[in-house]
Every structure is written in structure tokens, then in C-alpha cells.
């Protein structure tokens, strides 16, 4: 390379991440006298899936003033995102709810206080349980309280209250990596760590905009020393695909096809391992016949791409010696064929052996801070820890632990969250408890829910604001702790278990979710069922029981405060591999790094019962909604700014984050539309879809290609128009790939 390009690559020296990471090296982050903290109390943030450490920084008074990232932590290494740096100000917010509030006769919200709240939720959800029977009451929970209180939640309703139907809204982000990774490799297991960003010589994102969705990961992407290829398949030019090495435009919702064939040229090629595929993995050899369907011809008349670029791709992942990672998110498991699209980057990362070693791995990106605990403790898809409620073994086990009676777990899953909010619509459900989502907002086709709402007898809504969509329609609003004002843990996108602590006091009467549910179980009179739910502390020490003897085994981990010490921990994390972190640490001083940072599979071994992976594959689905002479243009959306996080009922709290990004709708279309269709860039216009419409501000830009258009999912308006298609195996939503036009904002007004 050229010295320019030294310069413009450089991972080091003073206007690299050392700038953020060490600020005060360098002249910055200095504060006034007035604000120098007294104590610090260390804090995993509680936005992303990512998973930070902060430094929060705390006055004489124990209170939390300030905040900075922690150098130390193997995670973000000092770094921290636009929102980890604001995450306290969504606690001062001044429409924080404060006492329980009961809709009266007039309309409008009041407040009560506890107990008769209490009197309420109960008296209310047991009478319409009464009159319609137990399956009338189901409940909606979310991927952003912290660990103990999903599984609090998750047992309190299915074996306190007889509500058997209780989902997350991890269904709408990560429910399709879920059931990719269980059936492919036998458990709900990410296999990679984030080293594995600065390991890898090809990283392939596919549906992921790091640069924006996860900045402190793309920033592990940076400090990769090994001069890599980075190669990003995404219809639009997103800001990762900027910076990549090679950018594929796939024709929206073509990656499955697009991956198959590069499958096929892998075996062409001989650029598998098949030492690896007969030890390791099972049903190769019908995956190598299917994939003979998908020629480069087929490849490329489907999914639009060059066959230079399409070469030049074979020729990175297939170059001998090479570490290769895969990486997805949202735009893959927001598909209405997401589990085998998520399952053919497993199946490229398990036919070429890279898998459990540095640098490799099929790689899902988590999206909220803790998915990964809804995932395993949420009580919805499978039993507390990862059991099957199908089981009776793993009943009795589960029942065992808890001290109850086997015959209150239930024998089945939850239904999915589209079949729960079905189920509204055709007044099977009559009741809704609602706990820390916005589901008026971010649920897809979201007129739908608009109308279900008035087909509910009660609907109760507990939250850190009353403000929000949902909370607005609420029969009863119940006033939740938030982030910072409460103990637990969270698990990150690479496994790992890490703390979040109470650095704040919640305001007026608000309580932490987990202390609402325990004042739910003794209102309701199942108290004695969660005695030994006692606190957060105590729950910890259940839930590390429960994984004993899991893949997700975590029993090795002490408690609170072993987190805390080891900077995060792993799962699996035994009582062995406690015994040999201390054996390395009596001889380096602390942990060593083999034990801060694991994978998966390096042994070659999975979580499936004859120890082998599996390969999973079906035909591609065509999209179910074509653009057409009225609806011409393909509408994609995604996070359009790292300051914002998903619905924004954050976020949108800081002004600071505000000022970061537009405060309405805007929409991207190609030049080439803009245009055909007489729209200038600025320009009002109203974006219409088969199920409704919504303004938004014209940006007119070749980042997207012509015949698509992009919108941000910040917005409540988004999701009016976006079409209500599932993958048949997760239930996900597909938020990707709706049929709409655009309008002049004056035109629109005429028709």
C-alpha cells in the first residue's frame, strides 16, 4: 500500500479510537470541579445488544452525574456509541410516569395509588378470565428489562396466573436466529466472540449495517490489523457498505437464492472441508444436489448483482487459509423466509470448517440489549433456561428446582406474538397485559393493532412512561423503573453475561419490574409459589441452577459480583471452568483472556443429539407482495442513525440525540424515481402502501437503487404501511420489502 493509504488505515496514533478510549491523554474529557464524582459504579448499557460497560459516575449523595466508557472492559474497550453516552438522560425525562394511573369514565388517565391499582389488575384480568375462561388473558413482554425479571414475568404468568400465552418482542427482531441456530446446531447458541471482528481476513455482513445499528462493533471491525476484506450484501449502499471492500446490491429478499449459489461454487471449487462435513455435520450431501439448482446464471438474474462482483466474491471466501465470518441481523431475520436465509450462512461457515476457530463463525447480531436473556429465561418458545415444555422430564426438572407442582407448567409454548394479537382480533384474547414495549408503535401493519385495540375488554400497560403509543390506549398504566435504577444482568450478542446496576433512584412511586411482579403474585394470591424469588440476587442464583447442565450453563458464576469482577462472563461457564479462571488468575494477576473472551465448537462438536450439525435448506419464496402499476416502488426499512434506538420512546428523551437526527419521517428515493415521479429532494410528500399512508420528507440519493425506496423504523408512521408476512418457522415479521408510491404531498391530497 501507498503511505496515503498507511495514513488512511492506520489503527493507531492520535486521531484513531485512542482518541475516545484514552480522551484524557489527550487534553479532553476534563469536567468541572463541581461535577468530579466521589465513587464510580460500573454499568452494562442498556440500549443495544452490544452489551458496553459504563463508568457511571456518582456525586456525594450516591446519585448519578456523569458517565464515561470503561477502558477495561473486553467488550467496548473504552468505547461507547452517541447513545451509551446519553443513556442517563432518558431518566430526568419530565413525562416519566410516576404513579400508577386508571383510565376513568371521562377518558382520561388519573392517579391511584398501588393498592387499588393492584385491586384493579386483578380484579379485572380474573374477571375476564371468569367469564371467558384462562386463555382469554395474554401478555406481551420485551427483550429490555433485565434477566431476572423475564423469568420472574415468565413464571409468575404461566405458573401463578394460568396465562399461558406470554411472547416477547424478540419475536420482532431475533426470533429467527433463535430457531436457525436450534434446529442447525441443537441449541439457541451464537457461537463467536468479538474478537472474532478483529480476527477475520473476509467478513461478510448480510442484512447488517454495523456503521449505524452497532457502532461500537464496527469499531472492533477497525482495529482488525489483518488488512481484511469486508464484503456487505444489502439492497442499499448503507454507510457499511461505504466503507466495505465490496458492496452486492441484491434485488430485496434474494440473499437466499444469492447464497445457495455461492454454496454451489464453493463445492465447484473444492473450497470445502469434507474431513469437517463427515466428522461434524449431517445431510451434506442432499444440501450439495439441491444447491446444483443455482448456477451463476439463475444467481444473477435473480438477485440483479454483476458477475464480476459475484466472482470476486467466490474468489475472497473460497481463498485457501482465509478466516471467513458471516454476520446478520435484522435484515435477514425480518424476512418472510429468514430461518434457512439465516440457516445458508450456517451452512457456509459449516461446509468450509469455519466454525469455533479465531476469526470465524455463522455470526447472528442480537438487536436489543437483551434478547438473548428473552431468549433463554423469557418462558415463551421454550421452558425458563432453554427446556421444552413438551417434555415432561424437563417439566419435572424445571418443577423440581422451583419447589412446585409439575402440573402448573404448561405442556405447550406460548402462541407467537402475531397469533396472540390474532387471537385478539377474533375475541379468543379479551385481555392484555403489556410490560416494556411500545407495540402500537413497532408492531408491523400497525393500523392493525389500532383496531384490535378496541376489540379488548382491559388493557394494562407497564412502562416508563405513560407518553407512549400503547400506554395512550391503556385501560391502566403501572409505573416501571428503567434502566439504572434497578440491579441485573443482561446477555450480549456474544454470550455474555454482564451487570447492570441501580445508579438511580426511580421517581415518585415508580417500582422495578421485577419488585410490580412481586407485588402482582401476592395481590393475586400465588405469593408463596415465588418466596424464594426473593430479589434479584437470590433469582440469579435460581436461574445459574436452571442452566446447570446446559449448553447455556452458567452455574460456575458466583453471583452479582463475580460478573462484575471478571468483566462479563460467557456462557458456558461451569463450576470447572470457574476453577481454572482462578487457576489463571492466582498466576497472571487476573483472568486470562482464553476465559474473557470463548467460543463455541472448536471441538467440532454440537449441541444436537448425535453431536453433529445439521444442514437445513428449502426452495426461495417469492416476495408476497410485488410492486405493481399502482404500488411501483419496494420499500425497505431499518435504523437510518446510530443516536436513535428502534421506537425512539428513549432515546428521543435526550436532546442531544434529537439534535442528531431529523425529527420527522424522511424517505430515500433513487434520482432516477424522484424524477419520473416530479419529487425534488426536500420536498413533503405522502408515501402510501394497501394499508395506509404517511407523510415524510424526499431525500433523493443513489443509495438506494431505482425501483426501492428506504424509510427509518424510528417512526411510529413507518410502520402504517408495511406488510404483515411471516417466516413460517420463527414467526418473525417481515418489516422488509412492502409494495408503495409516492406522492407529491399536494397530488395526494386530490385523489
Not at 201 to 219: E, K, R, S, T, Y
Request: neutral net charge; proline residues 6%; charged residues 20%.
Amino acid at each position: 500500500m501507498s503511505t496515503l493509504d498507511d495514513l488512511l488505515r492506520a489503527r493507531t496514533g492520535t486521531m484513531t479510537s485512542e482518541l475516545v478510549q484514552h480522551p484524557g491523554d489527550f487534553g479532553l474529557g476534563q469536567v468541572p470541579l463541581r461535577l468530579a464524582p466521589v465513587g464510580t459504579a460500573r454499568s452494562i448499557c442498556g440500549f443495544c445488544s452490544t452489551g458496553c460497560s459504563l463508568n457511571i459516575h456518582l456525586n456525594a449523595n450516591g446519585e448519578a452525574i456523569n458517565l464515561t466508557p470503561n477502558p477495561d472492559y473486553p467488550v467496548n474497550l473504552g468505547m461507547a456509541c452517541p447513545k451509551g453516552w446519553e443513556a442517563l438522560t432518558p431518566l430526568a425525562a419530565p413525562d416519566r410516569v410516576t404513579t400508577p394511573l386508571l383510565r376513568g369514565k371521562n377518558g382520561v388517565l388519573r392517579p391511584i395509588s398501588w393498592s387499588k391499582a393492584m385491586e384493579v389488575f386483578c380484579g379485572r384480568l380474573k374477571g375476564v378470565q371468569s367469564k371467558y375462561g384462562k386463555s382469554a388473558v395474554a401478555a406481551l413482554s420485551t427483550g429490555q428489562i433485565v434477566t431476572e425479571e423475564m423469568a420472574l414475568l415468565g413464571a409468575l404468568t404461566k405458573f401463578g396466573m394460568g396465562i399461558a400465552d406470554l411472547d416477547s418482542n424478540t419475536r420482532q427482531c431475533m426470533a429467527t436466529s433463535h430457531v436457525a441456530y436450534k434446529q442447525s446446531l441443537g441449541f439457541d447458541a451464537p457461537p463467536f466472540t468479538y474478537a472474532d471482528f478483529e480476527e477475520s481476513d473476509v467478513l461478510v455482513f448480510v442484512g447488517a449495517n454495523p456503521c449505524i445499528a452497532h457502532p461500537i462493533m464496527w469499531q472492533r471491525v477497525m482495529r482488525n490489523q489483518r488488512n481484511p476484506a469486508i464484503i456487505v450484501i444489502d439492497p442499499r449502499r448503507t454507510e457499511t457498505a461505504m466503507a466495505a471492500t465490496l458492496h452486492l446490491p441484491a434485488y430485496p429478499k434474494s440473499d437466499l437464492t444469492l447464497l445457495y449459489g455461492l454454496a454451489r461454487e464453493l463445492v465447484a471449487r473444492g473450497a470445502i472441508d469434507r474431513e469437517y462435513i463427515e466428522k461434524s455435520t449431517t445431510e451434506f450431501a442432499a444440501f450439495a444436489e439441491f444447491i446444483e439448482a443455482f448456477p451463476p446464471e439463475r444467481v444473477l438474474a435473480e438477485t440483479g448483482l454483476d458477475a464480476t462482483d459475484y466472482e470476486k466474491t467466490i474468489d475472497l471466501i473460497a481463498r485457501p487459509g482465509a478466516r471467513v465470518s458471516y454476520w446478520w441481523t435484522m435484515g435477514v431475520n425480518q424476512s418472510h423466509q429468514a430461518t434457512r436465509t439465516a440457516q445458508a450462512l450456517i451452512n457456509l461457515a459449516l461446509m468450509t470448517g469455519q466454525m469455533g476457530k479465531p476469526g470465524t463463525g455463522a455470526n447472528s447480531i442480537t438487536g436489543q440489549c437483551n434478547a438473548m436473556g428473552s431468549r433463554l429465561f423469557g418462558n415463551a418458545t421454550s421452558l425458563l433456561g432453554g427446556y421444552d415444555f413438551a417434555q415432561p422430564g424437563h417439566r419435572s426438572h424445571v418443577a423440581g428446582i422451583l419447589g412446585i407442582d409439575e402440573k402448573l407448567i404448561p405442556t405447550q409454548p406460548s402462541r407467537a406474538y402475531d397469533r396472540i394479537l390474532d387471537s385478539v382480533y377474533t375475541g379468543e384474547i379479551r385481555a392484555l397485559w403489556i410490560v416494556a414495549t411500545n407495540t402500537a408503535h413497532s408492531w408491523i401493519n400497525q393500523g392493525h393493532f389500532s383496531r384490535l385495540r378496541d376489540k379488548l375488554d382491559f388493557l394494562v400497560v407497564q412502562d416508563m412512561y405513560a407518553t407512549t403509543e400503547t400506554a395512550q390506549q391503556a385501560d391502566l398504566v403501572l409505573p416501571a423503573a428503567g434502566w439504572g435504577e434497578k440491579d441485573g444482568f443482561f446477555i450480549n450478542s456474544e454470550r455474555r453475561l454482564g451487570l447492570t446496576r441501580k445508579v438511580a433512584r426511580a421517581p415518585g412511586q415508580a417500582l422495578s419490574d421485577f419488585a410490580i411482579f412481586k407485588l402482582i403474585a401476592e395481590a393475586w394470591g400465588c405469593g408463596k409459589l415465588f418466596e424464594q424469588w426473593s430479589s434479584p440476587a437470590a433469582t440469579f442464583q435460581i436461574l445459574k441452577t436452571l442452566s446447570a447442565g446446559l449448553p447455556c450453563d452458567f452455574s460456575g458464576v458466583r453471583d452479582h459480583s463475580h460478573l462484575e469482577d471478571a468483566d462479563g462472563i460467557q456462557w458456558p461457564f461451569t463450576p470447572a471452568t470457574a476453577g481454572e479462571e482462578s487457576k489463571n488468575a492466582e498466576l497472571s494477576g487476573r483472568a486470562a483472556s482464553s476465559m474473557r473472551e470463548r467460543r463455541l465448537f472448536a471441538d467440532g462438536k454440537f449441541f444436537t443429539p448425535d453431536g453433529r450439525a445439521r444442514f437445513h435448506f428449502d426452495a426461495p419464496v417469492p416476495l408476497p407482495e410485488l410492486p405493481d402499476e399502482k404500488y411501483p416502488l419496494l420499500l425497505n426499512t431499518g435504523r437510518g442513525s446510530s443516536s436513535q434506538w428502534h421506537t425512539g420512546s428513549r432515546t428521543n428523551k435526550s436532546a442531544v440525540l434529537r439534535k442528531l437526527s431529523p425529527n420527522q419521517p424522511w424517505i430515500e428515493l433513487n434520482p432516477s424515481d424522484a424524477a419520473r415521479l416530479g419529487l425534488e429532494a426536500g420536498q413533503l410528500v405522502v408515501v402510501r402502501s394497501r394499508r395506509g399512508e404517511t407523510a415524510a420528507l424526499s431525500v433523493v440519493t443513489p443509495i438506494v437503487q431505482p425501483g426501492q425506496v428506504f424509510m427509518p423504523m424510528h417512526y411510529a408512521e413507518v410502520n402504517v404501511l408495511t406488510f404483515p408476512a411471516y417466516d413460517p418457522h420463527s414467526r418473525q415479521p417481515a418489516y422488509k420489502a412492502c409494495a408503495v408510491t409516492v406522492l407529491p404531498l399536494a397530488a395526494a391530497h386530490e385523489r
